[in-house]
């Protein structure tokens, strides 16, 4: 059942992306694309310009390649000086050159985060103001290079990140409310592993 489900897809996805009729093509001689599951957990600083400084950042990404297209969710950890956020991703992948010791890739992660910053909370336990964070939008185009190793990987990915940040503050009991917009732009450096 799934096999044909996979086929009546790769027919579908051949006649939309390549304009070829899949279905003239006779069922013995066409092959189905591999299915393989892969991860990687990847570490490493960001670097922000202005002001200048070193954060850090760890993602963990879990999904399906086929062929030289993968797509995954990414869930991490981000840490900037004064605040911590946690996004969740889509990762999309493209292999653009690949050899047997080596493989170069696009990737794009976009999604939401969850933020916090640790030093507002211990404000907020005081009880003079409330604070709510809100995290907005994250955006990671990178490149990369993954070295296999067996059935592991090495991953080297450079790229991209910005993330967004709504800070509401409310003192005096509400009455008086500010909202703060928040960006993180940083260039990210990653190095880590993960099975193919």
């Not at 086929?66 to 605040?83: H, M, Q, T």
């Not at 450079?158 to 409310?177: C, D, F, M, P, W």
Request: hydrophobic share 45%.
């Amino acid at each position: 059942m799934l096999r044909k489900i996979i086929a009546s897809l790769t027919a579908a996805c051949s006649f939309i992306l390549l304009g070829v009729d899949a279905h003239a093509v006779e069922a013995d001689t066409m092959k189905l694309p591999r299915v393989r599951y892969f991860n990687q957990l990847l570490a490493g600083p960001m670097i922000a310009k202005e002001p200048f400084g070193l954060s850090a950042s760890t993602t963990l990404v879990q999904g399906v390649r086929i062929g030289p297209f993968s797509a995954g969710v990414g869930l991490g950890i981000d840490a900037y000086r004064e605040w911590q956020t946690i996004p969740v991703s889509t990762v999309l992948t493209l292999d653009v050159a690949t050899s047997d010791k080596l493989a170069f890739y696009l990737q794009m992660a976009i999604g939401r985060s969850s933020a916090r910053n640790p030093a507002l909370d211990d404000l907020a336990d005081q009880g003079w103001a409330r604070f709510h964070f809100d995290g907005r939008g994250m955006f990671n185009p990178a490149l990369g290079f993954r070295i296999p190793a067996g059935n592991w990987r090495l991953y080297m990915v450079a790229g991209y990140k910005s993330q967004r940040v709504i800070l509401t503050e409310k003192y005096n009991g509400g009455h008086y409310t500010e909202v703060k917009d928040y960006k993180f732009e940083r260039f990210c450096l990653q190095i880590g592993f993960g099975i193919n």
